[in-house]
């Protein structure tokens, strides 16, 4: 085996080595959360999104082309485009101790020592347990997790890919831009009838 | 009636054929086989001498008929050719239809996965800006509202 050959496999193997710690991130970002499914019997609102694959890919090319004007669809625009999947499992219950403890353990067991936790909130008064995980990939964030245990209410968003926090919380309330662009024509309604 | 013995004797006892019996029986077989050969030609002969006794006597009708099955040929072969011609058009159309269809399909999921990912990330934006609150953290907006102050 001559030099250039050894080189060769040399740099194959790091290549390697590289995609797999690349999906080995990809992996560790995404959660499993098809366990809570059993919960949708229980729950009086359900809200489960499931966006990964070409599915996102042409939903960002559909955020993508929105009219570039406004703000916060620029905004909306700079948080999608890096986005590898979106995962939100939120159950709303009518009582309360509709879900136990293992079903948030089921998560949070998930967590490996790689996931930071940024934020934790216990109110104890109120049964409420919120907590925000971040995972960082050198300067990059590969994935959040958002879980939101309230005594009616639990709530788990997995976001996979490089997601700007700070965007995401910093965004408008009624940032659709469908509710936008009816806003605006019936803004333009108003002033022509004062016209 | 009674036969004696010498009776059956006599009515089987060889006798000779005369002379030239091969040459009769020959003969006889020439001429059975001539007939024989004569006989269907003859028939045949008659029945197409009537068919094509008819088209020697009227040939004016055989070349109407004639014609007539050319034209019907060719007829036929252009209704033909138009038949495809609108197959291949209407399969075309039908390709055109399926495809606009598969379009409308791929646009349809592709608004229903953009309201998903806004739906998705309005309930991450109210979760996380319910969470920093509750954790007494300053928010995006509180922030930049800070800043602008």
Redesign the interface.
């Known amino acids: 085996m001559n030099r250039v050959t050894r080189i060769a496999i040399r740099i194959l193997m790091g290549l390697a080595l590289c995609c797999a710690c690349m999906r080995g991130y990809c992996q560790d970002a995404k959660l499993q959360l098809d366990n809570l499914n059993k919960l949708s019997d229980k729950a009086a609102r359900v ?1 489960d ?1 499931t ?1 990964d694959g070409s ?2 890919q ?6 993508e082309k929105t009219d570039d004007g406004d703000e916060d669809i620029a905004q ?1 625009k700079s ?2 485009k890096n986005l590898k999947g ?3 499992k ?1 159950f709303e219950f009518d009582e309360a101790s509709q879900y136990s403890k293992a079903d948030v353990e089921s998560v949070r067991s998930q967590i490996t020592a790689r996931w930071t936790k940024i ?3 216990i ?1 104890k008064r109120n049964n ?1 347990h ?3 995980y971040v995972l960082k990939s050198g300067e990059h964030v590969a994935g ?1 997790l ?1 879980l ?1 245990a309230e005594p009616r209410e639990l ?1 788990v ?1 997995n ?1 996979v890919g490089d997601v700007p ?9 009624h ?3 469908n509710e936008k662009e009816s806003g605006k024509k019936q803004k333009k309604e108003k002033s022509h009838d004062e016209d | 009636m009674h036969f004696s013995e010498d009776d059956l004797r006599a009515a089987l006892k060889r006798k000779d054929p005369g002379e030239g019996f091969t040459q009769r029986v020959m003969a006889r077989v020439e001429q059975a086989r001539a007939e024989g050969k004569t006989k269907p030609v003859n028939g045949k002969s008659k029945n197409n001498g009537t068919f094509f006794a008819w088209w020697t006597l009227r040939p004016a009708w055989t070349f109407a008929v004639v014609a007539l099955l050319l034209l019907g040929f060719a007829w036929g072969g252009y209704q033909y050719s138009e038949y495809r011609h609108r197959e291949e058009i209407r399969q075309m159309a039908e390709k055109q239809r399926q495809m606009e269809e598969k379009q409308r399909q ?1 646009q349809a ?3 229903k ?2 309201e ?10 109210s ?6 609150q ?2 007494q ?1 300053p ?3 509180e ?2 509202r800070r800043q602008r102050l």
């Open positions: 809200t999104v966006l599915l996102l042409f939903a960002i090319g559909l955020i909306l948080i999608v979106i995962y939100v939120s934020v934790q909130s109110d409420e919120d907590e925000i959040v958002i939101v709530t968003v976001i926090v700070e965007k995401i919380a910093a965004l408008e309330h940032f659709v831009p | 791929l999921e592709a608004e996965a953009k998903q990912a806004i739906l998705a990330l309005q309930i991450a934006r979760k996380l800006n319910h969470v920093l509750q954790a953290v928010t995006g907006m922030r930049i």
